[in-house]
Each structure stands twice: as structure tokens, then as C-alpha cells.
């Protein structure tokens, strides 16, 4: 045990008060939101700065009477479950072929499509517009998913091929000799074995579809194929921003996203240092 | 990483017609697993980008006529002549320059002073603390970009906004000061992720180091002057060229949602400018022009960023 000095306690709590105070900071935005979420608009412009009497739920009411948040949760639910399907097989299935099964050019596929990783979305979102309107895939949570998924996939396999290839080759070998296929070996002794490092690929899909903006505005103009991201925009417009409803939406927006990002905190993480 | 030299080491009855077939199996394997994620990749990503080359030399606006018609190089000379587009470029360099810097700064900072406290904190008080810590510095990470852009919209609010109730002002923070409000967001949502690779990286640092370090009596800036700095340089670089690329090519939500490229065109971010030339005026000849030039800056950069990773042991 190090013995510390009296100029190293106040060093140190110094250092524990000014990271607390970076905490807090960082979270007043959201939180700031979270509590203006609950008050009535005549209590937000006359005390900026006060708690609400009583918390007003009925901004969270008027998502659902005024906003289509109903249809609305329903599509984000469904746009985030079709990435997470798509990357996740897609995704796994090209990862694993990368890192066991090289083919001539390989090398070369790889890069490109680590490549595209970096490619704009607002420059993809031109062309795809025109090739979903001619599928007839316009005002279809079909198209957000699909445009969120090709975006999506890079970023998959550039996490999943070095975990793939960190995972210890003897055991596939030995499957192999016992005679299961390649993809006998991929499913049952690959897939269990990657599990983490799909749980992380998983979770940023989740987070990918659940988030995007780009895709629902530019593809979709009826509120039946709306997810929250836009529906949200819905309440500013060149009238009226309403603030309360605004700032519920925002909260009720991003509830699931810090939920699973907390709950799931060791995977994201992981996902971080993975993913650049 | 391949089974192919191994396997092909253990199987002694292998004639040279068995190694090719097995060769062979080995690579129709690896086309069968890769293929649905490339046809994918190939109908959503490379024929699309295919197609925006070839409209950009046409000029095409879907909702008035359905006709393309052959444009020549009109399309980029526009693009070269604009000076809507030489504005936003820039816009958009500044906005990576100063919250890359701002990210990197304090990402740097907290990352060093929590490494600290995580390697000092012996007693359940300051692994609680740090955990709680850690929590905090994710929540804008998680928080969507459209709703952290909201929330910034709020907090910089003139009339119930607590930073101008606070300073008994009522500057309109996203008119007046656009870009730097702007920036001010995006450092937010996004020095998450610099402070927690930065932080692994200086926790991988030897522990007998630091434990010199203090032997020669070093204190406590000098340790991360003349120890852990130079420990992560590798990390640091790495770090700094992913986030200004990705602030460079995929800058959006939070303009959008903000100020929507505005006042004027201040704001007005070159991923921003084409959407808003495709979809807001209708001009997918131009879109076309503008996204062709971010499709071959974003494959230049990212083929770089390939580079550096491979020669980068971080």
C-alpha cells in the first residue's frame, strides 16, 4: 500500500472534484430536458430555472394524441429490429468468410468495403432515393431499413472480422476433423464463441436504426412510415415549436437507447475501441 | 488466419489433385459466407454510387419532369464556381477543426484524470465513484443526435434557456453565434468516445512505470508530461484522424435539427448542402456533382485512415 502525502490527498480530490464536475456537465443537457419535459408551457417561459409545482405529464399525453408517437414507436421498433437482423447475419456471416475462408481478392473486397465505411450518407441517400422510388419502396419502413442496414455493414465487419480472428483456431480445426461442414463449424462452434463481440455489433445496429434521421426524412412523407427521429421535427414548425411535447419526445426518444447502453455499458465500450 | 496452411499441414495423404480441391472448397466457402453481405453492399452501396456518377453529368429534377437529359460537365462547373459550395466546404473544415480540437482537449483531459482515479481508488468509495463517473461521460453516446440537438437548442434557448437565464443575457446563441453553437453540440455528443478509447489506452500503460516514475519523484504532471503522453501518441493519432473524418463526411443531424444550415448559409455543412440541393431545390443533377465529390473525398480519406491503422500498433 502506497502511503500518500498531505499534498497528494488535496492533489486528489482536487482531481475527484473537477471529474465531477465534468459528470455533471455532461449530463445537465439531458437532464435540463428531462425536467422541462414535465413542466407546463406557461411554467417554462416565466421561471427558467425553477423545478415544476407538480410534474405535467401531459406533454408525454400529446405524443400520442397530437404526434402518431403510436405508429411512429412502432416503425423505429421495426426499422431497428430489420438492421439489427441484416447486419447481424450479413454482417457475421461475411466477417467469419473474411477471417477463415480467404478467396482470391479477397484482400481486396475487404478493404472496399471497409472503405465505404467512411462514405457520406447524404451523398448515398441522393442515389438511393431514386432506386427506392423505382422498387416502389418510397414511404416504406422497408427502405429506412435497408438504407440505415448498407450503411450499417461496414462498420459490422470491422468489428467482427478481428474477433473472428482472435478466436482460437484449434477448436474449428477439430470440428472440422470430426466432420462438420464450414458452416456446421460457423454455427455451432464460431457463432457461440463470437457471442460477445455479436452482442456489441447487435447493440450498435440497435442504436444505428433507433437514432437515424437521414433515411426517414429523405425517404418517407407520410406518418404511417415515420419513425420517432422525424416525427419528432414534426413539432417545430415555421409557426410553433412545442416545446413541451418537444422535449417529452426527445426523453421518450432516448429512454431505450441509454436503457440498453447502460444495461449493456461492457459492449458498447468494447464497440467503441472496436469500431475505428 | 486462415485454416488453409494448417489444415493442409496435418492432412499427409494429400496428393497435389487433393490440395487443390480442398483449396478449392476453402474458397468457394469463403464466396458462399461472403456473398449475401456483398450483393447487398453491391445493390444498395455500388450501384447507387455507379448511378450518381452517371447523373451527375445529366441534369434531372424527379417531381417536375421525369426526364434526364445530358448535361455534360455543366454540373461541375457549377460545383467549381459556387460559391455556396466553396462556403460550405469551408464551413465544414472549420467545424472539424475546432471539434476535433475541443474533443481531443478535454477527451484527453478526463480520460488522463479518471485513469487516475481508477488505478489510485483502493476503496469501495472510489470504485463506486468511478463507475458512477463512467456512466455519466457515456450518456451523450447514447443519447440520440436529434435529441441532443434538442436538448442543446433548449439549453442555448433566449427565453428559457438556463445558460442566458443564468447569465442574464438573451443572445440567441444558434442565430448570433451559429457555428460555435453548433460545435459546441457536436463536442458534446461526441467526446464520449475519445475519452473512453483514450482511457483504455492509458490504462494499458505498464503500472511498473508509474511506479518508477513516483520512485524518481516525479509529480503528478510530469508523470503525464514525460509518461503517459508519449504512451498513447500512437492512440492519440488514430483517434484524431477517425473523428475528423467522420466530423468531416458525416456531419448532419445536428444542423439539421438546429439551425438547418442557417442563418443564411453559416451553417450550411457540405453533407447538408447536398441533401438540401436533392431534396429541399430538387436538383439532383447538382446533388449528383456534390455527392461525387464526397463519395471520392470519403473513399480517399478513408483509404488513408486503412493506411494508418495498419501501420498504427494501436
Redesign the interface.
Known amino acids: ?1 502506497i502511503a500518500f502525502s498531505r499534498a497528494e490527498q488535496i ?2 480530490v482536487v ?2 472534484s ?3 464536475l ?3 456537465a ?5 437532464v ?2 428531462a425536467i ?1 419535459s414535465v413542466k407546463t408551457e406557461t411554467e ?2 416565466a421561471s ?2 425553477a423545478l415544476p409545482a407538480a410534474p405535467a405529464w401531459a406533454n408525454y399525453g400529446s405524443l400520442f394524441q397530437q404526434f402518431h408517437f403510436g405508429i411512429a414507436t412502432l416503425n423505429s421498433v421495426e426499422i431497428s429490429l430489420g438492421v439489427v437482423a ?1 447486419s447481424v ?3 457475421g ?2 466477417a ?9 481478392g ?1 484482400r481486396i ?1 475487404l ?1 472496399g ?19 427506392m ?1 423505382s422498387l416502389g419502396l418510397l414511404n416504406n419502413v422497408v427502405s429506412i431499413t ?2 440505415v ?2 450503411l450499417n ?2 462498420l459490422v ?1 470491422w468489428i467482427l472480422r478481428p474477433f473472428f ?1 482472435a478466436l482460437p ?1 484449434e477448436i ?2 477439430a470440428g ?1 476433423l470430426d466432420g462438420l461442414s ?2 456446421g463449424v ?1 454455427w455451432r462452434v464460431a457463432v457461440p464463441l463470437a457471442a460477445p463481440g455479436l452482442v456489441t455489433v447487435a447493440l450498435l445496429s440497435f ?1 444505428a436504426g ?2 437515424d ?2 433515411f426517414p ?2 425517404f418517407s412523407t407520410t406518418p404511417d412510415a415515420t419513425p420517432l ?1 422525424s416525427q ?2 414534426q413539432m417545430q414548425t415555421g409557426y410553433k415549436i412545442y ?1 413541451g411535447s ?2 417529452a419526445g ?2 421518450y ?2 429512454l431505450p ?2 436503457v ?3 444495461a449493456l ?1 461492457k459492449y ?2 468494447r464497440g ?2 472496436l469500431g ?1 | ?4 496452411r ?2 493442409r499441414g ?1 492432412r499427409s495423404r494429400g496428393p497435389a489433385a487433393g490440395l487443390l480441391t480442398w483449396n478449392r472448397r ?9 456473398l ?3 450483393a ?2 453491391f445493390a ?2 455500388v ?3 455507379a ?2 456518377v452517371f ?1 451527375s453529368f445529366h441534369q434531372y429534377s ?1 417531381l417536375r419532369s421525369a426526364d434526364t437529359t445530358y448535361a455534360g460537365l455543366s454540373n461541375y462547373t457549377w460545383l467549381a464556381s459556387s460559391d455556396i459550395v466553396a462556403h460550405s466546404i469551408w464551413v465544414t473544415i472549420v467545424f472539424t477543426a475546432v471539434s476535433v480540437a475541443i474533443e481531443m482537449a ?1 477527451g484527453l483531459a ?1 480520460a488522463a ?2 485513469a ?2 481508477v488505478v ?1 481508488s ?1 476503496h469501495a468509495f472510489g470504485r463506486i ?1 468511478s463507475r ?17 440537438a ?3 437548442k ?2 442555448l434557448h433566449p ?4 445558460v ?3 447569465l442574464r443575457t438573451d443572445i440567441a446563441w444558434f442565430s448570433q453565434f451559429p457555428l460555435a453553437s453548433v460545435i459546441a453540440a457536436d463536442a ?1 455528443k461526441t ?3 475519445v475519452l ?2 483514450l482511457f ?1 489506452a492509458i490504462l494499458s500503460i505498464e503500472p511498473d512505470q508509474y511506479e518508477a516514475a513516483r520512485l524518481d519523484g516525479a509529480n ?1 504532471w510530469q508523470e503525464f508530461r514525460y509518461l503517459t503522453l508519449p504512451s498513447i501518441v500512437p492512440v492519440l493519432a ?2 484524431a484522424a ?1 473523428r475528423a ?2 466530423a468531416f ?2 456531419i ?2 445536428i444542423v ?2 438546429t439551425t438547418g444550415g442557417g442563418p443564411g448559409n453559416d451553417t450550411q455543412v ?3 448542402l ?2 438540401r440541393t ?2 429541399d431545390f430538387l436538383n ?1 443533377g447538382q ?2 456533382a ?3 465529390v ?2 471520392l ?3 480517399a ?3 488513408s ?2 493506411a494508418i491503422r495498419r501501420i498504427s500498433p494501436a
Open positions: 500500500m492533489s486528489r482531481r475527484a473537477l471529474l465531477a465534468a459528470a455533471v455532461i449530463v445537465i443537457p439531458v435540463w430536458m422541462g417554462l417561459f427558467p430555472l441484416i447475419v450479413l454482417g456471416m461475411a467469419y468468410g473474411f477471417s477463415r475462408y480467404p478467396f482470391m479477397s473486397v478493404s468495403l471497409l472503405i465505404t465505411r467512411m462514405v457520406t450518407p447524404a451523398a448515398l441517400v441522393v442515389p438511393l432515393y431514386l432506386l422510388n435497408l438504407g442496414a448498407v455493414l461496414p465487419v480472428d483456431r474449428e480445426e472440422l464450414p458452416f460457423f442504436i433507433w437514432t434521421l437521414l426524412i429523405s427521429t419528432l421535427l416545446w418537444l422535449m426527445s426523453i426518444l432516448t437507447t441509454l440498453v447502453s447502460f455499458q458498447l465500450v467503441m475501441r475505428y | 488466419m486462415s485454416f488453409k494448417q489444415v496435418s476453402v474458397q468457394l466457402t469463403g464466396l458462399v459466407l461472403t449475401p453481405a456483398l447487398f453492399a444498395f452501396m450501384y447507387p454510387v448511378n450518381v447523373l424527379p478535454a478526463l484524470l479518471l487516475k482515479l489510485e483502493r465513484l458512477v463517473l463512467l456512466s455519466s461521460f457515456i450518456l451523450p453516446f447514447a443519447t440520440p443526435a436529434v435529441a441532443g434538442i436538448a442543446w433548449m439549453l427565453q428559457f434557456g438556463p442566458d437565464a443564468i458534446w467526446m464520449p468516445f473512453f478509447l483504455a503528478g488514430v483517434v477517425f473524418v467522420d463526411t458525416k448532419f443531424d439539421f435539427v457540405f453533407p447538408l447536398i441533401w436533392a431534396f439532383f446533388a449528383s456534390l455527392a461525387v464526397a463519395v473525398v470519403s473513399a480519406l478513408g483509404a485512415l486503412l
